[in-house]
């Protein structure tokens, strides 16, 4: 597995490799990061930085929702982002007092055409345009599976919390009572809540390529959690993050999001392909408006098609057993004639 390095600070040009080995640089942009000491954001015009909501500033960070009921709240960029290849470090910290899964309900990352738009989806609204980082701190499914009266399958079992990665292109909607599922690219579980360490989410878009890691062991390494090619995404689009609670809650914390251009070496190929500008958010070969079939649909299929074929052929074996046994005995009587 790739681990890389985790970065607190970057005061010049680094070279790194992307995924694939080619050499880039990145630049950290300060006016599309936010960090300490969040000077003017929810207060002043000439902030690059707007709250929205319950979230407030404190000293120490953005808290995007208390650990209250029924709470919302976001921080959005008032600079729409023109770079077409670029990475997100997203240091964040979610705590409170619930215990296990009596927590909620979770927090996003955001990088959308719309913005300052609350709704259902982590605060944000549904049927958004662009991408959806989401930590999802509950498992709604499963009370959606107690009500089908349906369990998990071994192999669909999910441990929460889990990051979940969405493209939405403003017609596709976020399935609250599935937890997402219909409509992720992937993602990975991530045991964030209450710890004494700092937690990091990474977000890499470069040559059309998604990658999403996590670092949530206290060990500055990064931790793969999703890796698709193909990805295209559209610029001049919002980054803003974003929180919600129900009838269960959490603290969501922003401490810092810092954004970076990556300068990349293309091919000429590379970059006649890449001409053609990108206007609605897509995933090559995934199409995302597909009916979504619960894995316990297609287990309960498999196990009737085994069933059926198991009794067929032990069918075919008692019949192939009494041919046999007819014609031994047969044999067994002629010779005693």
Same mark, same amino acid.
């Given at each position: 597995?790739?681990?890389?390095?985790?970065?607190?600070?970057?005061?010049?040009?680094?070279?790194?490799?992307?995924?694939?080995?080619?050499?880039?640089?990145?630049?950290?942009?300060?006016?599309?990061?936010?960090?300490k000491?969040y000077?003017?954001?929810?207060?002043?015009h000439?902030?690059?930085?707007?709250?929205m909501?319950?979230?407030?500033?404190?000293?120490?960070?953005?808290?995007?929702?208390?650990?209250?009921?029924?709470?919302?709240?976001?921080?959005?960029?008032?600079?729409?982002?023109?770079?077409?290849?670029?990475?997100?470090?997203?240091?964040?910290?979610?705590?409170?007092?619930?215990?296990?899964?009596?927590?909620?309900?979770?927090?996003?990352?955001?990088?959308?055409?719309d $913005?300052?738009?609350? !709704?259902?989806? @982590? +605060?944000?609204?549904?049927?958004?345009?662009? &991408?959806?980082?989401?930590? #999802?701190?509950?498992?709604?499914?499963?009370?959606?599976?107690?009500?089908?009266?349906?369990?998990?399958?071994?192999r669909?079992?999910?441990?929460f919390?889990?990051v979940?990665?969405?493209?939405?292109?403003?017609?596709?909607?976020?399935?609250?009572?599935?937890?997402?599922?219909?409509?992720?690219?992937?993602?990975?579980?991530a045991?964030?809540?209450n710890?004494?360490?700092?937690?990091?989410l990474?977000i890499?878009?470069?040559?059309?390529?998604?990658?999403?890691?996590?670092?949530?062991e206290?060990?500055?390494?990064?931790?793969?959690?999703?890796?698709?090619?193909g990805? $295209?995404?559209?610029? !001049?689009?919002? @980054? +803003?993050?974003s929180?919600?609670?129900?009838? &269960?809650?959490?603290n969501? #914390?922003?401490?810092?999001?810092?954004?970076?251009?990556?300068?990349?070496?293309?091919?000429?190929?590379?970059?006649?392909?890449e001409?053609?500008?990108?206007?609605?958010p897509s995933?090559?070969n995934?199409?995302?408006?597909?009916?979504?079939?619960?894995?316990?649909?297609?287990?309960?299929?498999?196990?009737?098609?085994?069933?059926?074929f198991?009794?067929?052929?032990?069918?075919?074996?008692?019949v192939?057993g009494?041919?046999?046994?007819?014609?031994?005995?047969?044999?067994?009587?002629?010779r005693?004639?």
């Amino acid at each position: 597995m790739k681990r890389w390095i985790h970065l607190t600070l970057l005061l010049f040009a680094s070279p790194c490799f992307s995924d694939d080995g080619h050499e880039m640089e990145e630049f950290l942009k300060r006016e599309y990061s936010l960090s300490k000491p969040y000077q003017g954001i929810g207060s002043s015009h000439s902030s690059h930085w707007e709250l929205m909501g319950d979230a407030m500033v404190t000293i120490d960070q953005v808290r995007l929702t208390p650990d209250v009921q029924s709470k919302q709240g976001a921080v959005w960029s008032r600079l729409p982002c023109h770079l077409k290849d670029w990475e997100l470090q997203v240091h964040f910290k979610i705590h409170g007092q619930g215990k296990k899964n009596l927590n909620g309900d979770g927090l996003a990352i955001w990088y959308t055409k719309d $913005r300052m738009e609350s !709704g259902p989806v @982590f +605060g944000n609204k549904d049927n958004f345009t662009g &991408l959806g980082v989401f930590v #999802d701190t509950y498992p709604n499914e499963e009370k959606y599976l107690e009500a089908k009266q349906k369990r998990y399958t071994p192999r669909s079992e999910r441990v929460f919390p889990f990051v979940i990665v969405m493209i939405g292109n403003g017609t596709i909607s976020y399935d609250h009572d599935r937890d997402g599922r219909p409509t992720e690219l992937g993602g990975c579980n991530a045991m964030v809540r209450n710890l004494n360490h700092d937690t990091f989410l990474f977000i890499r878009y470069v040559r059309r390529r998604l990658t999403v890691m996590i670092d949530i062991e206290g060990q500055h390494e990064w931790r793969d959690c999703l890796d698709i090619p193909g990805v $295209r995404l559209p610029q !001049g689009y919002y @980054f +803003g993050a974003s929180a919600l609670t129900g009838d &269960l809650s959490d603290n969501h #914390d922003l401490i810092s999001l810092k954004l970076y251009q990556l300068t990349v070496l293309r091919s000429k190929l590379e970059e006649e392909e890449e001409e053609e500008e990108i206007k609605v958010p897509s995933v090559d070969n995934v199409d995302l408006l597909k009916p979504y079939i619960h894995d316990e649909e297609v287990s309960g299929i498999a196990i009737f098609f085994t069933v059926l074929f198991s009794m067929l052929g032990l069918l075919l074996l008692i019949v192939v057993g009494l041919v046999v046994y007819s014609h031994w005995t047969e044999s067994r009587r002629k010779r005693f004639y």
